[in-house]
């Protein structure tokens, strides 16, 4: 089971990221956690579900958490990103509003 580093700052892989969303998580995230661009080290992942095969990206980085998010009409999307067993599928509102309390609950939950 993987294990969350034993440090007060998580290491962040976002993934499949439009630019502008990118720094909206950045400048939610950046004072809690680092962001890194490769998966080696990284604590969690943060993708756009509507940029990738879920199912692939699922198996890439199955040794961490993952957390997809996407339109809320994009409901295809959403059902294939929890089908292929990412940790966390929510619409883009929800991490846009609430980006430090979601990434907070799945770390947690993978202590």
């Known amino acids: 089971m993987w294990l969350l580093r034993s440090r007060a700052v998580a290491r962040l892989l976002v993934r499949d990221v439009d630019l502008f969303f990118r720094a909206k998580l950045e400048a939610q995230l950046a004072d809690t956690h680092e962001f890194v661009t490769q998966p080696d080290g990284a604590d969690l992942a943060i993708v756009d579900i509507g940029r990738v095969e ?3 990206l699922a198996a890439e980085l199955a040794h961490m958490p993952v957390l997809g998010f ?3 009409t994009d409901t295809d999307g959403l059902r294939a990103a929890h089908q292929a067993g990412f940790d966390r599928v ?5 991490i846009s509003q609430r980006a430090p309390e979601v990434v907070g609950e799945l770390l947690r939950a993978w202590e």
């Open 54 to 56: 879920p199912e692939a």
């Open 70 to 72: 996407t339109n809320h």
């Open 90 to 94: 929510v619409i883009r509102s929800v």
